[in-house]
């Protein structure tokens, strides 16, 4: 079934999003109080929005609140954690939630790409969401600030 949403839905996950870039770009300069800061904004955004505006059968819309809902439980765990290294990997489930979150409501607002650096996490890897394609990763902050590759993109038409 075709999922759309409504301008406010839209609205609401584009502010979540720029409080995402903003805390990305915190990790980015491996600054923890930055880092704190950000998440506690984007954990404020994320939570209004209001999954009320998807018009989609049950089990999208349940899908939906669920990802949320794991987003600002992560979120939480990123702010409760004392080091950079325990809150990059919060933000690495945040990342990966909030992407999957943008491809389930299908959303239509500005072009979201995802990046991927093989090396984070003892080569583990991990992915991160980005408005340029340009790759400046947040798990290495100066040390591999390019390190990475674009994955996949939402970029959904109206």
């Given at each position: ?6 301008d406010?839905?839209t609205?609401?996950?584009?502010a979540a999003?720029?409080?995402y ?13 930055l ?6 904004n ?5 939570l209004?929005v209001?999954?009320e505006g998807?018009?989609?059968?049950t089990?999208?819309l349940?899908l939906?609140?669920q990802?949320?809902q794991?987003?600002s439980?992560?979120?939480?765990n990123?702010l409760?954690?004392k080091d950079i290294?325990a809150?990059?990997?919060?933000f ?7 992407f999957d ?8 607002g500005?072009k979201v790409y995802?990046q991927?650096?093989p ?7 991990a992915?991160?969401l980005s408005?340029?394609s340009?790759?400046?990763n947040p ?6 600030l390019?390190c990475g590759?674009l994955?996949?993109s ?5």
């Amino acid at each position: 079934m075709a999922v759309s949403t409504n301008d406010s839905l839209t609205g609401n996950v584009g502010a979540a999003l720029k409080a995402y870039y903003n805390m990305k770009d915190a990790f980015i300069k491996s600054d923890t109080t930055l880092v704190n800061k950000e998440a506690a904004n984007f954990s404020g955004k994320i939570l209004e929005v209001e999954m009320e505006g998807i018009k989609a059968d049950t089990a999208i819309l349940e899908l939906a609140v669920q990802l949320k809902q794991s987003i600002s439980g992560e979120t939480n765990n990123m702010l409760a954690a004392k080091d950079i290294e325990a809150k990059r990997k919060s933000f690495q489930a945040v990342s990966d939630g909030l992407f999957d979150l943008l491809r389930t409501i299908r959303y239509s607002g500005s072009k979201v790409y995802q990046q991927f650096c093989p090396m984070a996490f003892d080569n583990n890897g991990a992915a991160w969401l980005s408005k340029s394609s340009e790759i400046i990763n947040p798990y290495f902050g100066e040390k591999m600030l390019h390190c990475g590759d674009l994955r996949d993109s939402v970029n959904i038409a109206q």
